[in-house]
């Protein structure tokens, strides 16, 4: 969040939704506007004690740098009142202070995105000795329980407690969006007898009139899918993780959905120029969205990096690394930055208007793996797979690990959309259904083998979660006839295509 955003924040608290934490800035019977006025109402004595101490985001892990600090009469708000504004490691120092009993707390608007009050301490200073008192935003753990309740018998196999949330803002004005739904979803996979069954737990929610959103019990790993839809503007399909605290601050901003939709890879590049082009003049107007891609280690431009957006227009970084992405649609959208020879990365970004430069920074194998030492002494191929002699004959399609290797794609199914043969037929639940090219030109959904293990269709989010490219071997595409006997199922099965995926 930038600190323009902070600022355009409204001051909106949904107590209701967080009465274990419900004291604040009520209670200190002062808000962050009057304290100036107050603090000149009451001098400061020539002497007394000193309250100091660190305020700390607890759901970041780092100091809340810019903290508005008050110290308050807890018998009267008018008889005392102190501010201090923390500094860029969070702490305040709050002088002469007299004997008596106190609240102490502070505003941000941190606290705001997140909708809640911070708690209060007490604070007792007696015969002027200083006071040490630290105060910072509830930790991950207690924001779950006070947003979610204690975790129940778990609904899916993933539950995991954790919880997301935050506010749905309109992207070209950035007012709550009310009422908006927020949807995550996110594959589920079971290796039984009858091989992998499948299924997408999905939860919906609806925003409040003031646009905050809790989403309870997502899973811990994996990726999963969220997306906020109001009054017929939307974000992207949004792909994150959670991260360790089992606890997400994320707003979404939504926008107008994009028109433009690319040519097929195979198709005809003065074909493919022209339906771009006009995708292009019909597309909603947005804004320009810019950034600089760097190295990880050194922070050194990567010349002709790759930068698009998910399903969208793409450009390349110039010799410092620098890029420009016109007329992109408002709101939050997927943006991919890949680049030879290192790992590629795929991140939300809020297109709004004053949105800083993005940075990116890409890692390579060597930055992020340590040295490793292999001794073996059996066969390579522990699978006995016959993937070398199949290969040899030349029958179908085969991905290797060399191939994985120079084309570093984010997720496997990337390595599919490469074959010609292969396409990714996204379907109104959102999943990508992997289909087939048959032998007299139909397409049908291919048969997949795991292992040598037949395990039926695989949508492209069960290959993703089942499978990292680093962790396959190789790949098998056949399409009718050419089809092996090790994997055609007879009359019970399909003779359209099979996809045999073999681990390392």
Known sequence: MTGREEQRLPPIIPRRMLRALRVGATALGITAAAHQQLAAQNAAPASGAT????????????????????????????????????????????????????????FHPMLDSLGIEAPLRDVFVDQSRAVRADLGIPSPATLRRAFCGRPNTARTATDSGAAVVGFVRDGRTLNPA???SVSAQW??????????????????????????????????????????AWQGDSTDRLEMTMPKSLFMRRDLYVGPSRPYVR?????????????????SESAVPGLRLTGVVLTAEGGLPVA??????????????????EWVLPNVPVGTRMLETRAVGYYPTRRAVDVVEGRAPIRVELATLKSVLDTVKIRATRDADRHKSGFEDRRRQGYGKFVTTADIERRKPFVLSDMLKMQPSVQLERGTDGSQTITIRGPIGDRCIA?????????????????DNYFTPQSIRGMEIYAGAAVPGQFNRGLGGTACGVIAVWSK
């Not at 040519?263 to 995708?279: G, H, I, L, W």
């Open 187 to 228: 594959s589920e996979l079971t290796l039984s007898g009858r091989g992998v069954e499948r299924r997408m737990p999905r939860h919906v929610v609806k925003a409040t009139p003031e646009g905050w959103f809790v989403l309870c019990d997502v899973p811990s790993n994996g990726p999963i899918e969220f997306r906020a």
């Open 178 to 180: 009310g009422n908006a």
């Open 304 to 321: 002709g990096a790759e930068i698009k957006l998910v399903d969208g227009l793409e450009v390349r970084a110039n010799a410092r690394g």
């Open 263 to 279: 040519a097929a890879a195979n198709t005809d590049s003065v074909q493919r120029a022209e339906r771009e082009r006009r995708a």
């Open 447 to 463: 048969d997949f083998y795991l292992d040598g293990m037949f395990v039926g269709n695989l949508a492209a989010e069960d290959l």
């Open 51 to 106: 309250v100091s101490g660190t305020v700390r985001d607890s759901v970041a892990n780092q100091p809340l740098a810019q903290a508005i600090v008050q110290l308050v009469s807890a018998r009267d708000p008018a008889l005392f009142s102190r501010t201090a504004n923390a500094d860029s490691s969070g702490h305040f120092s709050i002088g002469a202070v007299p004997d008596g009993q106190y609240k102490l707390g502070f």
